[in-house]
Every structure is written in structure tokens, then in C-alpha cells.
């Protein structure tokens, strides 16, 4: 794997298909910026459990 290859991401097109499918239409641009910032914390909480979970696998 090259350093710079990206493991995972979420793109808008995938958020506002999930959006589609949960809610029946696409999140407006301001609904966009709330869900990135709390996608973002939700993300860096969970990512120290989830981080060491995946390291102890390799020790």
C-alpha cells in the first residue's frame, strides 16, 4: 500500500444517499455542516477504542 492511499472515507454523495434512505430527501447544505461536525466528533470519540481494539489483534 502506498503511505498517502486513503483506508476509508464518506463522501457527500454517500451521505446524501443514506439521507435519501433514511429520510426520504437530501440534507440541505447548513443540515450538511451539522452533520459533518457531529459525524467528525462521533468519529474521533469512538476512533481511540476502535484504534487500540485493532492493535491488540497484532500484538
Do not use: C, H, P
Not at 492511499?5 to 454517500?14: A, G, K, L
Not at 430527501?25 to 459533518?36: A, N, S, V
Amino acid at each position: 500500500m502506498k503511505k498517502s492511499e486513503i483506508i476509508y472515507s464518506i463522501t457527500v454523495e454517500d451521505v446524501q444517499f443514506e439521507a435519501m434512505e433514511q429520510i426520504g430527501r437530501e440534507l440541505t447544505e447548513e443540515e450538511m455542516l451539522q452533520f459533518k461536525k457531529r459525524l467528525e466528533y462521533g468519529i474521533g470519540e469512538n476512533m481511540l477504542f476502535t484504534w487500540n481494539a485493532l492493535f491488540k489483534e497484532y500484538r
